[in-house]
């Protein structure tokens, strides 16, 4: 099978509009959190619940960012001291993110883009298709770990599986 019948844009629109639901079922049990708990040390990668939402957040941007030309946007801890600043910020990442794809073509998708990435001074070319498959498993991969620490906690998202967005009816 070709790339070229393998992606389309509606296939990601669909596959974010997936990601940003399952996402905001993970933060309406964050926002249950007082700050004491929003940023204590837990045993994930960025050190904790609001490290790790941070990162995802920051990655998400750093590749629309490089999607449309610019350079990285570097987006820390400090800079989101709050649940409520991280929301405003994502609320914004978000809207940038759904008018990107609203614009995209299915021919945009194959050819490759440039970057320098801002973390590492490294060049890349990678086909956008592969940058936006990535980003949406990069999600899955975050959202996973703060679901646990969320579980673990007494605070469980519930059910994030595709299968439950989709919400099929018995036949």
Do not use: C
């Amino acid at each position: 099978m070709s790339h070229a019948n393998l992606v389309t844009v509606d296939y990601y629109r669909w596959l974010y509009d997936y990601g940003y639901w399952a996402r905001a079922r993970v933060l309406v049990q964050v926002a249950k959190l007082d700050h004491d708990a929003y940023i204590a040390s837990r045993a994930l990668d960025y050190g904790s619940i609001r490290g790790t939402l941070v990162h995802w957040l920051a990655r998400e941007a750093i590749w629309l960012d490089r999607w449309q030309g610019k350079a990285d946007s570097l987006i820390g801890e400090s800079d989101l001291p709050t649940f409520s600043t991280l929301i405003e910020r994502w609320t914004r990442e978000e809207a940038r993110m759904r008018a990107f794809l609203n614009e995209l073509t299915d021919p945009q998708l194959l050819p490759s883009i440039s970057y320098v990435s801002a973390l590492t001074n490294n060049r890349y070319a990678v086909p956008l298709w592969h940058m936006m498959s990535h980003v949406v498993n990069h999600g899955t991969q975050h959202r996973s770990e703060v679901a646990l620490a969320l579980t673990q906690l007494g605070l469980s998202p519930g059910d994030l599986d595709l299968i439950e967005y989709l919400n099929p009816l018995p036949i």
